[in-house]
């Protein structure tokens, strides 16, 4: 029996469909929250943020806050322990309020 051939196999397939798992499983827990469906709103001040939806409503304060992110389409603003984060897409927002918004995280959150 040739076992030395299956792990040069298994391995190799494994970390093949491994993306492919993951993609399965964010997308079937998605489905399942319901909650990430809702429209929600967003207001942006110097005291923090708040989010409102049809099931939220929420105040979250800067110092929660520990890093934003951003690329062409999306913000991302990181709270505490880097797990959770808030996506705020860019394809409503305005060349000014995107520098806005950008101006306002910089100046309330501090990386940690």
Request: overall charge positive; hydrophobic content about 40%.
């Amino acid at each position: 029996m040739a076992t030395g051939k299956w792990p040069g196999v298994i391995l190799p397939l494994v970390i093949f469909l491994l993306p492919f798992w993951i993609s399965y499983q964010t997308r079937k827990q998605y489905k399942k929250l319901t909650v990430l469906h809702e429209r929600r709103t967003l207001s942006v001040n110097e005291t923090g943020t708040h989010f409102k939806s049809q099931s939220i409503d929420a105040n979250v304060a800067w110092p929660n806050y520990v890093d934003y992110l951003e690329d062409k389409r999306t913000f991302a603003l990181m709270q505490q322990g880097s797990q959770i984060f808030v996506p705020i897409p860019k394809r409503e927002l305005t060349a000014f309020e995107i520098d806005q918004l950008r101006a306002l995280f910089e100046s309330n959150i501090i990386k940690k």
